[in-house]
């Protein structure tokens, strides 16, 4: 049987960056890349209905091995790495039986994972922990929740002692960029409910999200010589600062925490003829959600009526919204999961995810969907780091949620 550190050291070597510029599905080449290994391993572990689509989407079934009437559980995870650092050219290394003082991540570019910045790694304190070099992100997000899902799935393979109902495993593209679950077929999968193995921090168990949107604003200038510009000049790059600085300041995601939304400013080009600004809307109240996508129309029509009709343009697209009230009917998978994790020996931890997971779409397309660990800390960045143990934790109660199902 591969470990499951060979397992997770072996996928990030993919580069699997998502861009959403591509309009592409995948969006990016590497991810299918990643998905024709993924399928190869499924199948030689002998998994049946291993399935690729043209769109990069991997189903596969672990069958029942029982008479007994279970319920079919599934467990999803992505194989795109955040676009916010580079996922290319990945060095892995592990530090083991961390000692709980500062890393140097990469002694030549004075890179250190300092635990002043990052005092959340005192808690892993003789744990080995995978890290990065300093100059990409790890992929622990959520390559580490791909490695739980397959290596689980081998160790029923070669335990059949342990009895199951049906398994049913699913792997994504794009989830980075929101479109995740844009072509994921639920009726195909065909799952009683489901489990996105997506989380962070061991014992993580989410039910509620962000209702997210994405927000791009253009804003169209005027360019005349500066020396001739009086009265005819339109700055667009002014006017779309103008427009950002009328936004409350304190609510952008260095200011909340816990159910606090905000306006994320991520992205910012112009010149004087025309610059855009593209935000991201978030807030688990749907009301605050739909509250706040009306404030940036309110805005963009002040800057028109200062400026002239069609100065700014505004577009917003929903992302996806809060699955709590799909999730509340059915609380007993919420429940399956903190008792398996008991009996792995993890303190479930419930709490609101400050993000989304494709578990959010697809419970509103009828497939109830929580969020579990995956192990990881400081994802879409340089300092990520994913402590071994709380990967094989996570196994774990994969393994445990479908003894006790």
């Avoid at 861009?19 to 995948?26: A, G, N, V, Y």
């Avoid at 080449?29 to 399928?39: H, I, S, V």
């Avoid at 962000?210 to 000049?233: E, L, R």
């Avoid at 688990?284 to 129309?297: T, V």
Wanted: with cysteine; net charge negative.
């Amino acid at each position: 049987m591969k470990s499951i550190v060979d397992r997770f050291l072996t996928y990030v070597s993919f580069a699997t960056t998502s861009d959403e510029l591509t309009e592409m599905t995948p969006s990016t080449p590497g991810q299918m890349k990643f998905a024709k290994y993924l399928k190869e391993e499924l199948s030689q572990l002998g998994l049946k209905d291993v399935s690729l689509d043209n769109n990069g989407y991997i189903m596969a079934t672990l069958p029942s091995n029982c008479d007994c009437e279970k319920p079919t559980i599934g467990f999803i995870a992505h194989m795109d790495t955040s676009p916010d650092a580079s996922g290319k050219n990945i060095k892995p290394r592990i530090v083991e039986n961390y000692d709980g003082t500062d890393i140097v991540l990469n002694k030549e570019k004075g890179i250190v994972l300092e635990t002043n910045k990052y005092p959340e790694i005192m808690r892993y304190k003789g744990n080995d922990i995978i890290v990065t070099d300093g100059t990409t992100l790890l992929g622990a997000d959520d390559k580490a929740g791909i490695a739980e899902i397959v290596t689980a799935m081998e160790y029923l393979i070669e335990h059949p002692e342990i009895k199951h109902g049906t398994i049913r495993i699913g792997f994504t593209p794009d989830e980075e960029i929101g479109q995740g679950a844009d072509h994921f077929d639920v009726k195909k999968f065909a799952a009683d409910f489901a489990y996105t193995m997506d989380g962070g921090t061991i014992g993580e168990l989410e039910y509620e999200n962000f209702n997210a949107a994405s927000c791009k604003i253009t804003v169209h200038g005027i360019n005349v010589h500066p020396g001739a510009a009086y009265h005819k000049m339109l700055n667009s790059m002014r006017i779309a600062y103008q427009l950002a600085v009328m936004l409350p300041r304190w609510e952008t995601p260095e200011h909340t925490q816990n159910y606090e939304g905000f306006y994320h400013l991520i992205g910012m080009e112009g010149t004087v003829e025309q610059t855009t600004l593209t935000y991201i809307i978030r807030d688990h109240d749907r009301a605050r959600f739909e509250s706040r996508k009306k404030e940036m129309e309110h805005l963009v029509r002040k800057v028109n009526r200062e400026y002239g009709e069609n100065t700014a343009e505004i577009t917003i697209r929903d992302q996806y919204y809060n699955m709590r009230e799909k999730i509340e009917p059915v609380m007993h998978i919420i429940d399956l999961a903190k008792q398996a994790m008991k009996e792995a020996g993890v303190e479930p931890k419930v709490q609101p995810i400050r993000g989304g997971t494709d578990g959010a779409r697809l419970s509103f397309e009828g497939l109830p969907c929580p969020n579990i660990f995956a192990g990881g800390e400081n994802f879409h960045s340089r300092f990520e780091y994913l402590p071994i143990q709380s990967m094989q934790k996570a196994m774990q109660v994969i393994l445990k949620i479908i003894e006790l199902a």
